[in-house]
């Protein structure tokens, strides 16, 4: 989902992966994932505002007495949805990319993962109901997207076109890509292959003759 400005709307903020992003998480216990499945999916439905420990024990199924044993407060709880959030992001696209071959094909699964992931993702409908706190997520996870981005596509960029021809440093394609990607949560891409294959075309456009 990285540093990013405070809270712009009332209630807890995702903070989501900061310092340490590309680590990996400690293991959670089964009840602590059903909670945070079950946080998720009630933000969904209820958005950010409205959430209620009450409703996230029902929906995960345990007591408060549980609940609160393992998130004391809100915050803690929306601190760790977002980290729950971007583990399955990254373990996700492990799986994608492991039977991935290099170079373009790696590329595209990459990119298609992502897209896939933005636009499946249970709480994109609070774009709408509430946008502030939608913008505020974004810009804590967006450093840590393009660091992923950066390393997992490492030899791709160096040797794109854009790159080599010094029209475009490796950073600034990349920041072109996210900046695509975010799209995807205010306006979901109904053909998600073509915004697949204009990210990857940055990857590999020539750039025009000066």
Request: with cysteine.
């Amino acid at each position: 989902m990285a540093g990013g400005t405070g809270p712009i709307v009332t209630g807890p903020a995702l903070t989501g992966p900061r310092a340490g992003a590309n680590e990996k998480p400690s293991a959670m216990t089964g009840t602590e994932e059903r909670i945070l499945q079950a946080a998720l999916r009630v933000v969904s439905r209820r958005g950010v505002r409205y959430l209620s420990m009450a409703e996230v024990s029902e929906a995960a199924e345990v007591s408060r007495t549980t609940l609160y044993r393992y998130f004391a407060t809100k915050e803690k709880l929306f601190d760790g949805v977002a980290a729950y959030d971007w583990q399955r992001f990254s373990e996700g696209l492990d799986k994608a990319l492991a039977g991935a071959a290099s170079g373009s094909e790696r590329t595209c699964v990459l990119l298609d993962y992502a897209v896939g992931y933005i636009n499946d993702h249970p709480a994109r409908e609070l774009t709408e109901s509430e946008p502030g706190f939608v913008i505020d997520y974004l810009r804590t996870m967006l450093p840590a997207v393009e660091a992923m981005l950066l390393g997992h596509l490492e030899e791709e960029l160096a040797a794109a076109p854009p790159v080599v021809a010094g029209a475009l440093s490796a950073q600034q394609v990349v920041d072109i890509m996210v900046r695509l990607l975010t799209t995807g949560w205010v306006l979901p891409t109904r053909d998600r292959s073509h915004l697949v294959a204009t990210m990857d075309w940055l990857l590999h456009a020539s750039p025009p003759a000066p």
